[in-house]
């Protein structure tokens, strides 16, 4: 099945820095890739996704980049502010209609933002 | 507010009870998936149903089951409950023709004493 890693696990950059985030991922199947921002005991939130069709995907301060043939994903904050600190996931999962396949979280990076 | 509902918000009960959580998935969603987060752990996934029925198990213990009922809401039971299964539950669903995006349920916190 799939396995999804996710570096670092902690994070701590100075307010407007930007934070990178990495994950890799084992499937070659997996064609979608989310990013979700949880607060503390709060429901993770989708920030911003990929498929396996765009190399990278842009929102605002946010960014995502997509090597398929390396199998890794990367996301981007630029100018960081403090109210980014959250714990950040990404995920994996495989197009396979009806339904979609479960997401394959990695463990997930804790980014704190220092004023 | 994602759309997804899950009741209760909070469960405390002690070790051998019994327990279900609830979801109600966004109008229109076939798709829903069961997610447990525990202390400083990542979300792993338990197990998935589309349109009523099971469509893939993940770590899911023989002790936990669940079902999808035809008004497509779904039930995570939870038996014989042992200190370790207090974590975060969560619910998501998604809807299949236009988004592979999965909408995350506000959790139960489940403690067990």
């Known amino acids: 099945g799939e396995n999804v890693e996710q570096h670092p696990s902690t994070l701590s950059v100075q307010e407007g820095d930007s934070a990178v985030i990495k994950c890799t991922y084992s499937?070659?199947?997996?064609?979608?890739f989310p990013w979700y921002k949880q607060e503390l005991g709060k429901r993770p939130q989708l920030i911003i996704d990929i498929r396996s069709n765009v190399g990278e995907k842009k929102d605002q301060r946010i960014a995502v980049t997509l090597n398929k043939t390396a199998k890794h994903f990367s996301l981007h904050i630029t100018e960081t502010q403090p109210e980014d600190s959250a714990v950040y996931f990404c995920?994996?999962?495989?197009?396979?209609?009806?339904?979609?396949?479960?997401?394959?979280f990695g463990k997930g990076t804790r980014l704190s933002v220092i004023a | 507010d994602s759309g997804v509902t899950q009741t209760p918000k909070h469960l405390i009960t002690a070790t051998g009870q019994r327990v279900t959580l609830r979801c109600s998935p966004r109008s229109g969603d076939l798709s829903v998936y069961w997610y447990q987060q525990s202390l400083d752990q990542g979300l792993q996934f338990l197990i998935q149903y589309y349109n009523g029925e099971e469509r893939a198990k993940g770590n899911i213990l023989e002790r936990f089951s669940a079902q999808q009922f035809p008004d497509l809401h779904s039930e995570l039971n939870l038996s014989s409950l042992e200190l370790g299964d207090s974590a975060l539950y969560f619910c998501?669903?998604?809807?299949?023709?236009?988004?592979?995006?999965?909408?995350f349920g506000p959790g139960t916190r489940l403690t067990v004493l």
């Open positions: 499937d070659s199947a997996s064609n979608y």
């Open positions: 998501a669903s998604s809807v299949v023709s236009k988004s592979d995006e999965q909408f």
């Open positions: 995920a994996a999962s495989a197009d396979r209609r009806p339904g979609n396949t479960p997401l394959v």
